[in-house]
């Protein structure tokens, strides 16, 4: 039995299984270092399933269940905050989609949004550890990180806008 309208009870409950499921992807980010950039991703390819599943007003309520779950929950705060500052992306994909040229906005966006974090994290949240990493990495090494981490946002991009991803499933 194939339903076209779905009850408001099984949007809820589908939301609220995959905002656990991000939850628990956040919380692995202590785990595995590698997560610390896997995790926010992995969550945003859960929130475009609730936005094709759920609708836009789901989807923003989500992302600020899952965003405050991840800050308070997680070990990896460096994750929760990458996830905070970038995890809205998919709600926000279309519309950038309209405008031109639109790699040039979500560039921005991606950079602006990475810029302001690591601003903060460093200077008002004080996490002076990941201050040591960065001298320890050096100029070079961190602008290497930052042209991988654009190449892995305008990746994850694409996948966003497969037409086959964007089928609805659900």
């Not at 039995?1 to 692995?28: D, E, Y």
């Not at 836009?56 to 800050?71: F, N, P, Q, S």
């Not at 705060?77 to 992306?89: H, I, N, Q, S, T």
């Amino acid at each position: 039995m194939n339903q076209k309208r779905k009850s408001p009870a099984s949007v809820m409950a589908l939301g609220g299984v995959l905002a656990a499921l991000a939850v628990v992807i956040m919380s692995l980010g202590g785990l595995i270092p590698v997560a610390t950039y896997i995790s926010p991703m992995l969550c945003a390819i859960l929130l475009q399933v609730v936005l094709l599943s759920c609708g836009v007003r789901i989807a923003w309520a989500w992302y600020g269940a899952v965003a405050i779950l991840a800050v308070l929950l997680s070990a990896d705060k460096e994750a929760a905050a990458v996830f905070v500052f970038l995890g809205y992306y998919p709600i926000v994909k279309p519309r950038l989609d309209e405008t031109r040229p639109a790699w040039l906005w979500k560039g921005l966006l991606f950079n602006g949004s990475i810029g302001v974090m690591y601003f903060l994290l460093l200077r008002i949240f004080g996490m002076g550890e990941l201050g040591e990493e960065f001298e320890e990495f050096g100029l070079v090494m961190l602008l290497v990180l930052l042209i991988l981490g654009n190449v892995t946002f305008f990746l994850l991009d694409k996948l966003l806008g497969m037409k086959k991803f964007r089928r609805k499933v659900f």
